[in-house]
């Protein structure tokens, strides 16, 4: 199971035609051969509904839904980590507003804020809650979320998270800092929350009426794709959980094409819709500059990606959800942006039919993404289990600041009692354990395997430990558990 559901495809490519200017000619003598795209990889994906709309010059000039139940304008979808750029939009908001500056101190504002380096708490600055260059580990502290951690419990983790690389000198995906980001909107907007700032300043004002931010947003609306994940090998309709939504600003929007076109015209008229400014175009594009360098072709910006197609610059970003995953693109020079939106989680088809569109469109001979991203998919293969008896001394009980009591018996079975989570430990080395839900949303979705555990039995002056790892693929968080009794 992977539980760091957003993947930012990069991008280096020596593409062999000069891409074209593009206008609504060119867009409506790409679209047949862009629907049928589309409709390949959604096939070829196993997706069970998608639905894409292109926005040029103020208007959705075309959308269709894919499907055997096609979604309308109206069908919701979660959009996962397109939800970033929401959030940048706030900050700059606040900015606007006369609020504390991209440069200003977090802990200056939010006093509650540590990183485990105490230089790095002092340094981290506003624009830095967004730029996904914390020094964490990729997708550090995501899988709290999915097990029922809340937002608050995440936030105050953040200290005890060992960095990885030093702070802004490198590109790591972390959800997190995006929760504190929100936080401060609040406070900077004298609202209850983050939600609410969103509400009054960008949903009401862009009449974005069936956009919400719950796992019930989602589930209460009759006019909404239910997610769907691939389990032992097939596409299963899975349960609305916990994760993205307890990251709030990070990833937890829900949305549908009617209202994430008005998003996306208020981009592309670089704060202005319908004549009437909501954010200011300097602060605004503010957060659609680079902060982080990837390579010689891509940066991130603040809750967007920005490269580069044979001289043709694409602003985009990608939301993934345990169900769900979304593309939005953006070419404001030239008044043009896509909304794809899908309900299948943990594949990068909405990227691949997102790229490319803005290569048919420029009349570019681009590779095949869906075909690539598909050669490249790498299925779910954890290290076998071993035939192995565990000691006794594992048995007992642990604490961690950031996990709270975590307990340990025969079985083995570990339960983390603060989120009533329930896991075994497969054996899959000396001492060293798969932990795999075996109660809660996780195990109900067939998501189990939630991270690693390895123990260390009592020396001469040191008490038994229990070190767990919490991610996949060398993403994630690290916690050093003592003995207790």
């Given at each position: 199971m992977r539980i760091s559901f957003v993947c930012l495809f990069l991008l280096?490519?020596?593409?062999?035609?000069?891409?074209?200017?593009?206008?609504e000619a060119a867009i409506k003598k790409a679209l047949p051969a862009y629907e049928a795209y589309v409709e390949k990889a959604r096939l070829d994906w196993g997706v069970p509904q998608v639905a894409v709309a292109v926005v040029y010059k103020d208007e959705i000039l075309w959308w269709q839904g894919f499907g055997e139940k096609k979604p309308d304008q109206e069908t919701v979808f979660a959009i996962g980590s397109t939800t970033k750029a929401f959030c940048a939009a706030t900050l700059a908001m606040m900015v606007d507003g006369g609020g504390p500056g991209w440069d200003a101190r977090v802990v200056d504002h939010y006093p509650e804020f540590a990183m485990f380096d105490p230089w790095v708490t002092r340094e981290f600055q506003v624009k830095d809650l967004l730029a996904q260059h914390s020094g964490l580990a990729p997708q550090a502290l995501s899988a709290l979320g999915s097990m029922g951690y809340s937002a608050e419990r995440i936030v105050q983790a953040l200290r005890w998270v060992e960095p990885v690389t030093s702070f802004r000198s490198s590109y790591a995906y972390v959800n997190s800092p995006h929760i504190v980001a929100g936080e401060l909107v609040a406070k900077w907007a004298g609202a209850p929350s983050w939600s609410d700032v969103l509400q009054e300043k960008i949903l009401n004002p862009l009449g974005m009426t069936t956009t919400t931010w719950t796992?019930?947003?989602l589930d209460d609306n009759p006019n909404s794709a239910t997610g769907h994940a691939r389990v032992d090998g097939k596409v299963k309709a899975i349960a609305t959980g916990p994760f993205p939504y307890v990251f709030g600003p990070a990833g937890g929007m829900n949305s549908n094409l009617h209202d994430m076109s008005r998003w996306v015209r208020l981009q592309l008229g670089d704060g202005e819709f319908e004549g009437k400014r909501l954010i200011s175009e300097q602060n605004l594009k503010v957060t659609r500059s680079p902060q982080t360098v990837l390579n010689d072709s891509s940066f991130y910006c603040m809750g967007w990606l920005r490269v580069t197609l044979q001289g043709q610059t694409v602003t985009w970003h990608n939301g993934g959800t345990p169900g769900h995953t979304t593309f939005v693109g953006l070419q404001p020079e030239n008044d043009l942006g896509l909304i794809v939106l899908s309900n299948l989680g943990g594949t990068q088809m909405p990227d691949a039919v997102g790229l490319k569109f803005f290569e048919m469109v420029h009349r570019i001979d681009g590779p095949d993404y869906s075909a690539?991203?598909?050669?490249?998919?790498?299925?779910?293969?954890?290290?076998?289990?071993?035939?192995?008896?565990?000691?006794?001394?594992?048995?007992?009980?642990?604490?961690?600041?950031?996990?709270?009591?975590?307990?340990?018996?025969?079985?083995?079975t570990i339960q983390f009692l603060e989120v009533g989570l329930k896991a075994s430990l497969q054996p899959i080395g000396p001492n060293l354990f798969r932990i795999q839900a075996q109660s809660?949303?996780?195990?109900?979705?067939g998501w189990g395997a939630v991270g690693e555990a390895l123990f260390a039995p009592a020396g001469l002056s040191e008490p038994s430990t229990l070190?767990?790892?919490?991610?996949?693929?060398?993403?994630g968080s690290r916690f050093r558990l003592e003995r207790k009794s």
């Amino acid at each position: 199971m992977r539980i760091s559901f957003v993947c930012l495809f990069l991008l280096t490519l020596i593409l062999p035609t000069q891409a074209q200017e593009v206008d609504e000619a060119a867009i409506k003598k790409a679209l047949p051969a862009y629907e049928a795209y589309v409709e390949k990889a959604r096939l070829d994906w196993g997706v069970p509904q998608v639905a894409v709309a292109v926005v040029y010059k103020d208007e959705i000039l075309w959308w269709q839904g894919f499907g055997e139940k096609k979604p309308d304008q109206e069908t919701v979808f979660a959009i996962g980590s397109t939800t970033k750029a929401f959030c940048a939009a706030t900050l700059a908001m606040m900015v606007d507003g006369g609020g504390p500056g991209w440069d200003a101190r977090v802990v200056d504002h939010y006093p509650e804020f540590a990183m485990f380096d105490p230089w790095v708490t002092r340094e981290f600055q506003v624009k830095d809650l967004l730029a996904q260059h914390s020094g964490l580990a990729p997708q550090a502290l995501s899988a709290l979320g999915s097990m029922g951690y809340s937002a608050e419990r995440i936030v105050q983790a953040l200290r005890w998270v060992e960095p990885v690389t030093s702070f802004r000198s490198s590109y790591a995906y972390v959800n997190s800092p995006h929760i504190v980001a929100g936080e401060l909107v609040a406070k900077w907007a004298g609202a209850p929350s983050w939600s609410d700032v969103l509400q009054e300043k960008i949903l009401n004002p862009l009449g974005m009426t069936t956009t919400t931010w719950t796992a019930e947003g989602l589930d209460d609306n009759p006019n909404s794709a239910t997610g769907h994940a691939r389990v032992d090998g097939k596409v299963k309709a899975i349960a609305t959980g916990p994760f993205p939504y307890v990251f709030g600003p990070a990833g937890g929007m829900n949305s549908n094409l009617h209202d994430m076109s008005r998003w996306v015209r208020l981009q592309l008229g670089d704060g202005e819709f319908e004549g009437k400014r909501l954010i200011s175009e300097q602060n605004l594009k503010v957060t659609r500059s680079p902060q982080t360098v990837l390579n010689d072709s891509s940066f991130y910006c603040m809750g967007w990606l920005r490269v580069t197609l044979q001289g043709q610059t694409v602003t985009w970003h990608n939301g993934g959800t345990p169900g769900h995953t979304t593309f939005v693109g953006l070419q404001p020079e030239n008044d043009l942006g896509l909304i794809v939106l899908s309900n299948l989680g943990g594949t990068q088809m909405p990227d691949a039919v997102g790229l490319k569109f803005f290569e048919m469109v420029h009349r570019i001979d681009g590779p095949d993404y869906s075909a690539q991203f598909l050669a490249r998919r790498e299925a779910d293969e954890p290290k076998p289990t071993i035939e192995a008896q565990p000691s006794q001394e594992l048995f007992g009980t642990y604490h961690h600041p950031a996990l709270g009591t975590v307990t340990v018996s025969d079985g083995p079975t570990i339960q983390f009692l603060e989120v009533g989570l329930k896991a075994s430990l497969q054996p899959i080395g000396p001492n060293l354990f798969r932990i795999q839900a075996q109660s809660g949303w996780l195990s109900d979705i067939g998501w189990g395997a939630v991270g690693e555990a390895l123990f260390a039995p009592a020396g001469l002056s040191e008490p038994s430990t229990l070190t767990v790892f919490l991610g996949e693929d060398d993403q994630g968080s690290r916690f050093r558990l003592e003995r207790k009794s």
